[in-house]
């Protein structure tokens, strides 16, 4: 495994890059059974800081999978600049109300009309661990070639083609 | 859970359909610590029929990941159509000559100098068991207004929204 010789700071930097036009990501969680399923979810315009941060309903199904297992990889297309990005990490539930107003936006009251106060309302908390991407802007046509062998044959990308970015502390 | 009540070959169609014009998938495995990651995978333009395949090297990493752990999810993002597919099922490596013939595209030698005889190529083929879509290219405001809810709050889609599709034998 090639390890990304930048440190955490611009790994978090670069990584949020990479998402921050994204409008959806997949979420995907292990059931109980081991089955693994995704959802599309919105993403939070903030800035990334580490973590990523999706609103949700604390009695909604895939919070029973987070409980279950904690493991998640929360993915990102961006197809016409044809780039993916993977991210691995831990879920789990948070009922913060400093953290809802920090990350609440007007538009969410069409879905939770009660606003704050919704007894529902929570926010799932991914600790990012580990992310990849795969990026064919680049100006580099051994990048781009290098992006295209990678997803057609699965080969693992050379440092500078695919992007391995450790979030881990201390990292 | 809702089932559809549309039969497996319905859904068969239906998931084939969904999954047509996508030309990269990501596909989510288990390493051996339960973290998840994915990756993007070039797509077959064959017609679906109740199998996915990927051509991968069967030295790759992901196929270690397949090994360890059958259970993969597919997901497929469409953003410009606000279509989203999760494909849930178990993944296997497949040597069969018969079927690399059948899956052969001409392009794939890029990357496949040796083509059928390079002694590393290898299919992953995912036996689909449940998949489920979100998609707004309905002509129907209130489907539309159940995807935006549903993805926004996490809440499982009602049936004409959201569709999950069971691709068990059987089901």
Redesign the interface.
């Known amino acids: 495994m090639v390890e990304n010789e930048t440190g955490q700071s611009e790994s978090i930097r670069k990584l949020g890059e990479m998402i921050a036009d ?3 990501a ?1 979420l ?1 969680t ?1 059931e109980a059974d ?9 993403t939070q315009q903030v800035e990334f800081a580490g973590d990523l941060w ?4 604390a009695s ?4 029973d999978e987070v409980e279950h ?1 904690h ?3 929360v ?1 990102y ?4 600049a ?1 780039r ?1 990005v ?1 991210v ?1 990490g831990k879920a789990r539930l948070v009922r913060d109300r400093e953290k809802f107003e920090e990350l609440w936006k007007p538009s ?1 009251k ?3 009309p009660e606003g704050l106060d919704d007894p529902d309302l929570a926010l ?1 908390k991914v600790t990012v ?2 992310a ?1 991407y ?1 990026d064919s802007s680049s100006s580099a046509v051994v990048h781009l070639v290098g992006f295209v ?1 990678a ?6 990308f050379h440092p500078g083609e695919n992007e391995k970015l450790n979030l881990k502390q201390g990292a």
């Open positions: 994204i409008e959806f997949m995907t292990a081991g089955a693994l399923r995704s959802r599309p979810m919105a999706f609103f949700t309903r909604s199904p895939k919070v297992e493991h998640v990889n993915s297309a961006k197809p016409d044809q993916y993977s691995s969410l069409a879905w939770f799932l661990e580990q990849e795969w062998k997803i057609v044959t699965g080969q693992p």
